[in-house]
């Protein structure tokens, strides 16, 4: 995972090196037959993209658990390397309304035990 002063905070950036061609990396990513054998379409909203640049960038928005039942969005970006495979670069960010939230934390403050009753 990618996480950087210039990453929003309600976004997950993944970046990987594919010994694939792109035009086979596209097709898993692109074609639903073969996307639905790694990214089940009962986790997207729609099956359809929202976006699409052919050959370089798709996004599809991901349905979201709880409330609030607003999606996200994942866009796949994908370029060729300089060895004839795959820079695949993944970005799921999270809807608005919870970009501003805080992490959960302990109920307790999760540190050491400083004394000991006898």
Not at 14 to 19: A, G, I, K, M, V
Not at 67 to 75: I, K, L, M
Not at 86 to 100: N, Q, S
Request: net charge neutral; hydrophobic share 35%; aromatic share 6%.
């Amino acid at each position: 995972m990618k996480h950087s002063k210039q990453t929003p905070q309600n976004e997950l950036v993944f970046e990987y090196s594919l010994d694939a061609p792109p035009e086979k990396v596209w097709r898993a990513i692109s074609l639903q037959e073969y996307r639905a054998e790694w990214l089940p379409n009962c986790d997207l909203d729609e099956t359809q993209p929202m976006a699409e640049t052919p050959g370089e960038e798709i996004i599809f928005r991901m349905r979201e658990d709880g409330p609030p039942s607003a999606s996200s969005t994942v866009t796949f970006q994908i370029r060729s390397d300089v060895r004839g495979g795959t820079r695949l670069r993944i970005i799921h960010k999270a809807p608005e309304a919870r970009a501003g939230r805080k992490p959960p934390v302990a109920a307790n403050c999760n540190g050491g035990c400083l004394l000991r009753a006898a």
